[in-house]
Structures are given as C-alpha cells and as structure tokens.
C-alpha cells in the first residue's frame, strides 16, 4: 500500500544535501494531487538549486505518491539531467512501477496557427453568407421532399398519420391559446390607448377604431402569432427532432423502412398550417376585444358605437389578408424548425445553437415575408 | 479522518466503505432492503446481480444520486449523512465515477474533460495542467491525438477510456465502474480489465465495478458480490461465487457462458 504510515508531514516538502560530488534530494510529506501548488513549487525549488551532479532522489521517506506527484519527480529529474546524472532511489516497488508509468515523455505541443483578425473577421462573413445560401437551397430542396411525402399521402391514405396530426395540433394549437389570447389581449389595449391619445389632438377618437380594425386584422393579428408559435412550437420541434436525431432515433426509422420526414414532419408540419390561421382568428378576436374596451374606457366609445364602426371600417378582404398569410407563416416556421433540427451534431451545445437559430430564423422569416405579402397585396390592390 | 483511518488500519482489513442497513425504493416499490456491504481499502470488488436487482441503485446511494430511505454508508470513515456540504465537496474528491455511457461532457474535447475536476478542485498551472491531462490520456491508453477530438467523434471504447482518464484525474482512493467493459468488443474489454489491474496495482486504487462481464470477473476481481432480492446473496472470492447453492448464482456462474469462461481459463 502506498498510503498511511508517514501522511504525518502535512505538505510534500525536499531536503536537499550537498555532499561531495553528489546531492541528495530527500523527500517528504504526500506528494499528491490535493497539494499540487506545493509540489510544483518545491520541484522548481529543486531544479534551481541543485549545483553538483550526480543527483540522487531519495523517496524512502515520502509519503503518499500518485500520479501528479511522480510526473513532477519525473519532470524535474528530467530537466537536471540536461545538466548531469539524475536518479531515483529507495522507491517502493509500487512507486517504481507509478515512476515507470509516469516516465517523462514530450507531448506533441498543439499549438494553434495564429490568424490576423481581419482575415478571421473576412472568414467568419464568407462563411455566414455562404451558410445564408446553403440554407436557401437546403430550405427549397427540403420543401420538395415535403411535398414529395405529402403526395405519398395523399395517393396512400392509409399512411397519414391522424392521431399524430391531433397530438401535435393540441401542443401547437390548444395548449397555444391562453398565452396568445392575453398577449394580443393586451397588444390591442396598447394600441388603442396610444391612438385615441394621438388621435383625440385632431378630434378624430373614433377613427381609433378604423386603425385597430385594419391593423389588427391585417398585421398585428398574424405577425404576433406567429412570432409565438415560432418561440413556443418551432423551438420545441427543433428539439424533439435534433433529440432525436442525436439518440440515432431517425435512423432507427429509417432502417424500419419508414420514412422520417412521413412519420415526424408531415404531422408536425401539417398541424402547424392547420394551426396557425385558428390561432390568428383568435388572436385577432383578442386583440379588437381589447381594443374595444380601451375605446370605451379611454374615448367614451360605447360598445355598440365600436361595432357599428368597426363594420364600416373593415371588410372581408381585411380579414382575409391576415388569414391568407397564417398558413405560409406556418410553413416557413415548420420548415426552418426541422431543418434545423436534423442539422443537430452529437453534442448538447449543438443542440442549443441549433434551437436558439431556429428561433431567430423563424422570427425574421416570418417578418420578412409579412414586408413582401404589404408589398404584394398593395401592389394588387387588395 | 486521519486518525479513523490509522485505528481501521490496525484491524484486519481496512474498510473504505461500509453499508449498514440500507433501504431504497421508489414509490411502493423497494429496491434495496436491510443491505450490508463492505469494500476494503486496495481491492478489486465485482458486483453482480441480475438486471433491475438494484446493482445501479446501490451505487447511485453510495454516491448521493439516489436518496435512501433507512440506513447507513460510510465512504472513508466519513458517514455521508453526517457531512457539511464543504466535507461532502472534499469527500468527492477522493473517489472518481465511470458511468455506463461514460457521460463525457459533450461540449469539452476529451482533454478539457478531463481538466474539468483538475481546475475545479487544484490549482495547477497551465502548463501541468496540459501535462498531466496528457498523461492520464496516455495511461488509459489513448493516442495522444483524441485528447483534442470531441466525445462525438470517438469510438465506444474510447469514450469508456476517457471517462476512465477523467474519473482518475483527482488520483481518488476509489474509483466506480458501472459496467466498464460493456459495449467493448473482447479484446477492448480484456485490455480494459488489464488497464483497472495496472491501475489498481500502481496507484493503489479501491475498485468497485458493477459488471456482467464473466471474463472480469474470473481475471480481476478479487471479490465479488452478488445482490439479488434486495440484499447481497453471497460475497467472496469467485471460488466461494462457485460454491454456492443459491439457484440465481448458480445458473449466473454455472451457465453456458459461464462454462465457455472457465474452459477457456483452463487452457489459457
């Protein structure tokens, strides 16, 4: 046993005696890993002070010996023996066999190459773009396979999976409905209030409700939505599917013979375009609720006055512009959520990355398209 | 501490953990009862059992993942009831814990994984810090060029190895397998059990390896335990293992596969 009799020296400690032509370095106290620091530094002490050669470390006194210690031995040894004869003595046959394992040996240094900033800062938007193109063609090419599977579908009923459809429409959808209520609940109230404040200068206080009406059946209704489907269900997806895909899960479907995109994303998929436009209906109902309360507090608007107006303000194309646009939202947050799932690497921070990127894709996505559906409805008039 | 150990040490054997009475369960149902367990300081102490008897759980409960309902464990003297959370941190520090899928911290490569406890606990420079982390790289057998690769560019052996190189970077007195050698192909497993035996003999570890594997047994255990119906059926020596009547260690050392073990011990 290496351990116990002489764990009486509390720290690892090197007498060194100079004698003729030869030092003695005797050594003490636990030479082990809880007293690194010392030892360390009582090997470096070592190294500057011995003068003579040869040198003889002597471990018949040292206490408990592990691998920390012996490699400092070691590499002390190692460094006087540039200068003349190093050796170790009175060793224990386990410490013997602990110094032997713990011979010194080069480790090969891995230095990194040095990079200039700028050329890393060049690399780094090289990449990014580059990244922004493979994810365009990932994301058309990824919607042919959908649609591909879709097709197989429909020409094989048998193979759609309904009840996976209604689970993930009650996660999306149903579970989806208080939080989106009460923030377009209170999205409208905002907006009201500051329109009536901004409106009453002009003695205009009911166009106030022209402007909630268009604004929240049009854009408001949608784009809050899905700016929380992406963050509630487009982060959950990108999770489940990257979990998954790390577990070997989706290729264990797809040894099965069936196809992962059928069984996982079609489903998922489907439930969010189903989804998304019930949600918006909602949300819109919220959000002209809370208008409309704001109108009655704030501006003295009666309710039966919000309504009448309400129905002159806005037809059935406002309505319809904020409805057409849900299922594309859908898409786009379905579509950017599995790809960036199945692009999950084995290790947990990957998966991180991966979902915070879905997140933030889908929002900016989801924006984006709203800007090019402003321009393609004012351009025909709609 | 110091002292307890010194008046253990005057005893036969020196106990390094000791269970007393230990009951687990979960909900209604009780895994562990009344169990009585003694591991002893330099050993090699395989523990078998039958898949779902708890051999998992035990040494969950000896580490603190699990609690336990009844009973006691004394880990180097120390009962880990009575403990300050400060002596419980320095206690972790003397035992290492290789999990059955290694749990190597899949953001870290297999050096910085191994540092893990070394910056926690020590305070090393970089330099030595590098140094050793290399070294223990190399004593569980890695080429020098894993140490920069991530856990999931590794193979299943080699993550075992670095799991083992990360569970002995404290140098701890006890080191915890849970089934080391599974999922290795017959001459990863037979190197790895060479590998724990060097290991013990040289650093003098206590061993405590939960296995199935029939060829770790024979060749490097000294002891075994058996556990079934919630206590330890037998302990001892694989020989004792032999003798016993009880029908689950008989078919488990008795078995077809068993068999194949020691005829092939026998010619080797």
Known sequence: MIVAQSTLAPEPQATIERAEGQTTVRL????????????????????????????????????????LGAWALNRTRHELSAKGQADIANASPEQAILMQETAYREFEGDQKPRHSRLVDFLVDVGKTVAGAGKDLVGGVGFLGELVSA????????????????????EQIAYRGVPIIVL??????????????FQLIKFGATPFVIDLIGILVL???????????????????????????????????????????????????????????????????IAALVGGGLTTWIYGDISPDIFLTRLRAA????????????????????????????????????????????????????????????????????? | MLERRQTD?????????????????????TILKELDLDVYRGEILGFVGGSGQGKSVLTRAILGLVPKRAGTIEVLG????????????????????????????????????IQVPMREYLNLSDRLLDEIAMLKIEMVGLNPDAADKLPSELSGGMIKRAALARALALDPEIVFLDEPTSGLDPIGAGEFDDLIATLQRTLGLTVFMVTHDLDSLYSVCDRIAALGEGK????????????????????YFHGKRARAVMAGGAQG
């Open chain 1, 183 to 196: 923030i377009s609940f209170l999205v409208g109230c905002i907006v009201s209030q500051q329109g009536i």
């Open chain 2, 9 to 29: 040490q005057a005893k036969d054997r020196d106990v390094i953990i000791r269970v007393r009475g230990v009951e687990v369960g979960f909900g209604e149902r």
């Open chain 1, 150 to 169: 879709l097709l197989r579908v429909i020409i094989h009923p048998g193979r759609f999976r309904g009840s996976a459809v209604i689970n993930q429409l």
């Open chain 2, 232 to 251: 330890i059926l037998a302990e001892g020596p694989i020989e004792t293992m032999l003798e016993s009547d009880h029908p689950w260690l008989r078919s």
């Open chain 1, 28 to 67: 003490s106290g636990p030479w082990t890993a809880p007293h690194a620091e010392r030892v360390e530094a009582v090997a470096e002490a070592i190294t500057s002070e011995v003068e003579t050669y040869p040198v003889v470390f002597d471990l018949s006194e040292i206490g408990r010996l592990d691998t």
């Open chain 2, 78 to 113: 120390q009962n880990l009831d009575d403990l300050s959370p400060e002596g419980r941190r320095q206690l972790e520090r003397h035992w290492g814990v290789l999990f059955q899928q290694g749990a190597l911290f899949s953001a870290l490569t297999v050096k910085q994984n």
């Open chain 1, 218 to 284: 049009r854009e408001l209704g949608v784009l809050l939505t899905s700016i929380m489907v992406a963050g509630r269900s487009g982060s959950a997806f990108t999770a489940e599917i990257g979990s998954m895909k790390m577990r070997e899960e989706i290729d264990a479907l797809r040894v099965m013979g069936l196809d992962p995109i059928e069984v996982l994303i079609v489903p998922r998929i489907m439930a969010l375009v189903i989804g998304l436009p019930l949600l918006t209906f909602i949300s819109s």
């Open chain 1, 314 to 382: 806005v037809s059935l194309n406002t309505f319809l512009v904020g409805m057409i646009k849900a299922p594309f939202m859908a898409l786009v947050i379905g579509i950017i959520a599995t790809l960036e799932g199945l692009a999950v690497e084995g290790s947990a921070e990957s998966l991180g990355r991966h979902v915070t990127s879905s997140v933030v894709k889908a929002i900016f996505m989801v924006i984006v398209l709203d800007g090019l559906f402003a321009m393609f409805f004012a351009a025909i008039n709609y």
